[in-house]
């Protein structure tokens, strides 16, 4: 839900910081007062897109930022966990600024985020519904997910697309199979490709291993020439060890001075280790030898592999699968009616196995699809829907990994009339009505957490104004709900009333919002019902919101 909201320089807000609590909250104004910019911004945390026009006139950037807080088990929650945000008191905080420059920054708990990943975030808390906007729920595509939600038939989809997975995977191996008529010249193309890898022999590392020999059989001139100059250094007899010796013999005699025969001793030890170390190059050293044909032999080699390598895949595991495929094609070619065989009996085996699990699936669905109709209809006789009808669609197909079923929600709304696709319905209020009862059905199978309703009572009033405002009232209690409206009946039904005011000076305009006490609740009433504060419209209002207030 949200739990506040910070507005600054956007459209007429100068600056607004507003909290928020649980259950339904109604926003009303005059008209022109700005009562949809707070849902306009909450839209921008939603992802909406920024233009420059909804900076406030005047000031160079606008900031919109949100606290909210989540379910643990909600998706919006796993989400930011698998972020990395450390989610204290399970809320997060949602901003976006934006500047007449074009530049925008999007964050999640200061951190800088892309706008997707914002967008999927605090769409998993907060659902916007206006008249007009019927988001997905008017989308086709989207009623088989609302039903199988409805449905709670996680396992037996997750089933059914691993089944059909694995009998596509043979059936398509088997039309491949079908297509490819191999003759004699495909057969001896990929025989000969097989005997070149083949005859190759390649090993993994083989060519590092080469190209660190041939280099240094290159650098073997250079290796003998600095090796040669390093002894003729070292066993130089004038410069050498020898003078190492020579050095140690006469501190050694001098037997009168204990630490000169300590340092002579250290003389003799580092004669003997350079002397060891000399012999160990000189012998080394004595070994090297440049073979022509070895060098030649590792270049032939490293060309053929670099070859192979080029020509089958570009390293060792893409030439080894190659090969693999390679075996794969010729054995099919050799033995192509029994593979179609053994294909098809598989294949059958795995459609049946499909099937059966899609059968299962359908059967799930067409029983609780006779729940939802029961549900949605339940909900829209309590908006005075008397006469509405509605129906699951379910028509069957040839499957795909969602199984075997298309579907679609049909309505009907006055006696006679034939039901329709929920895509064809006409807007209107009667349209904003069955749109709130399939919110109230599926707003908490969707995980949302908040509502916004932006004038959905447009073209409704009296009797059914007061049904719907109660219907809201009634969503309240499992979810945080915000109404914009213009009637007094719906208004009177909201647990918190927001009064947006538009505030003109002489060379600025602002809004503001507030929460009204209960006597400024009543006197809204009066004026959205009568337009007037007089003492029988101040008493109209208080009997129209204690009405509304009973059985919350």
Do not use: W
């Not at 909201?5 to 005059?30: C, P, Q, W």
């Not at 939603?46 to 606008?62: C, F, N, P, V």
Request: proline fraction near 0%.
């Amino acid at each position: 839900m949200i739990l506040e909201m910070y507005v600054k320089d956007f459209v007429l807000i100068d600056e607004i910081r507003i909290s928020f609590d649980e259950a339904m909250s109604a926003f009303t104004g005059e008209t022109g007062a700005g009562k949809s910019l707070l849902m306009d911004a909450i839209g921008i945390l939603k992802g909406d897109r920024i233009q420059t026009s909804l900076i406030r006139e005047g000031s160079e950037k606008a900031i919109i930022e949100g606290v909210f807080r989540v379910r643990e088990k909600s998706r919006c929650y796993q989400l930011l966990l698998e972020a990395g945000y450390d989610l204290e008191d399970t809320t997060f905080i949602a901003s976006r600024e934006f500047t007449r420059a074009g530049k925008s920054v999007a964050r999640i708990n200061q951190r800088m985020v892309n706008v997707g990943f914002l967008k999927e975030v605090v769409s998993g808390v907060v659902d916007i519904h206006s008249q007009h906007d019927t988001q997905y729920l008017l989308n086709q595509r989207y009623h088989l997910q609302l039903l199988d939600a409805f449905a709670n038939c996680a396992q037996q989809k997750k089933e059914t697309a691993a089944a059909f997975k694995e009998y596509r995977m043979l059936a398509d191996e088997l039309e491949s199979a079908l297509h490819n008529d191999y003759n004699e010249e495909d057969l001896e193309l990929l025989t000969y490709q097989l005997n070149e890898i083949d005859q190759a022999q390649l090993s993994e590392n083989e060519l590092e291993q080469i190209d660190e020999e041939v280099k240094r059989m290159q650098a073997h001139e250079k290796i003998t020439s600095r090796v040669h100059s390093a002894l003729s250094l070292l066993e130089d007899e004038q410069h050498g060890t020898a003078s190492i010796y020579e050095a140690y013999r006469e501190l050694d005699s001098l037997s009168e001075d204990r630490f000169f025969q300590d340092q002579a001793q250290r003389l003799l030890d580092l004669y003997y280790n350079l002397d060891e170390c000399i012999g160990d190059i000189r012998e080394h050293y004595e070994t090297l030898s440049f073979d022509e044909e070895r060098f030649h032999e590792l270049q032939e080699r490293s060309f053929l592999i670099h070859k192979i390598l080029r020509k089958y895949g570009g390293n060792f595991q893409a030439v080894m699968r190659k090969r693999e495929g390679l075996e794969q094609k010729i054995d099919r070619i050799l033995h192509r009616n029994d593979f179609l065989k053994k294909h098809e009996v598989l294949c059958e085996k795995a459609h049946r196995q499909y099937m059966q699990k899609a059968k299962t699936l359908h059967d799930i669905r067409v029983a609780k699809a006779k729940d939802l109709e029961a549900q949605i209809l339940a909900q829209l006789h309590d908006l005075q829907l008397e006469n509405a009808k509605f129906h699951v669609q379910i028509d069957e197909f040839e499957g795909n990994r969602d199984g075997i079923d298309r579907i679609a929600f049909y309505i009907s709304m006055n006696p006679g009339e034939a039901l329709k696709p929920l895509s064809q319905t006409a807007s209107g209020g009667e349209l904003s009505r069955f749109m709130l009862g399939l919110k109230t059905v599926f707003s908490e199978l969707q995980g949302i957490e908040t509502i916004v309703f932006d004038e959905i009572d447009t073209g409704v009033s009296g009797a059914v104004a007061f049904a719907v405002g109660k219907k809201m009232q009634e969503l309240g209690k499992h979810i945080q709900v915000f109404c914009v409206t213009h009637l007094a009946s719906v208004a009177a039904c909201a647990n918190h009333h927001y009064m947006v005011e538009k505030h003109q000076a002489a060379a600025s305009t602002s809004t503001t919002i507030r929460l009204l006490s209960e006597q400024e609740r009543f006197e809204a009433l009066a004026l959205i019902s009568n337009n007037s504060l007089s003492s029988s419209a101040l008493e109209a209002a208080k009997e129209l919101y204690n009405a509304a207030q009973q059985n919350r």
